[in-house]
């Protein structure tokens, strides 16, 4: 079950890169399809699974939020023209860089309670699955495609 979760992932992933959409709709439809496919795979209630959607989107969002404030440091401590300025955006980049780190830790803090011991093993082991999945198809984006495979002569049928 969870190769046909991580395979049906990696197609969306795969077909939502094609796709025209923002990048604000792609991680949305993301999200919610990972959010949903999780719910079924640990066998949420409905009350956990809107508990579950909470604590995910508000981790995401905060996710994402702290990775603009890095990549908005780098770029003014780029532009800084004085040492002071470079160090004191240094400053902001490394409490960034710490809130970020601590994310990890709230998701564990806020899905455990949740999840119990048992489901929070089965959430672990998905993520890290998928995680591991991802990274080797943007690693080696030619070996997903595997061999094409090789079609049957036409054949010819005369009719007398």
Do not use: C
Request: zero cysteines; proline letters at 4%; charged letters at 30%.
């Amino acid at each position: 079950m969870r190769g046909l979760f991580l395979s049906l992932i990696l197609i969306v992933l795969a077909g939502t890169f094609s796709f025209v959409a923002s990048a604000a709709e792609k991680r949305n439809q993301l999200e919610e399809l990972l959010i949903w496919k999780m719910s079924d795979e640990l066998k949420l209630t409905p009350v956990e699974e809107k508990k579950f959607t909470d604590i995910v989107q508000g981790l995401n969002k905060k996710k994402s939020e702290l990775n603009q404030s890095l990549q908005a440091s780098i770029e003014k401590m780029s532009k800084a023209d004085t040492a002071k300025a470079k160090e004191e955006e240094l400053g902001h980049y490394r409490k960034a860089l710490q809130n970020y780190g601590r994310l990890s830790e709230e998701e564990f803090d806020k899905l455990k309670p949740l999840l119990g011991a048992q489901r929070m093993v089965q959430y672990l082991q998905i993520k890290q699955d998928l995680t591991n999945r991802i990274k080797t198809m943007l690693a080696n984006p030619e070996t997903q495609k595997g061999p094409k495979p090789s079609l049957p002569q036409p054949k010819l049928i005369e009719e007398k």
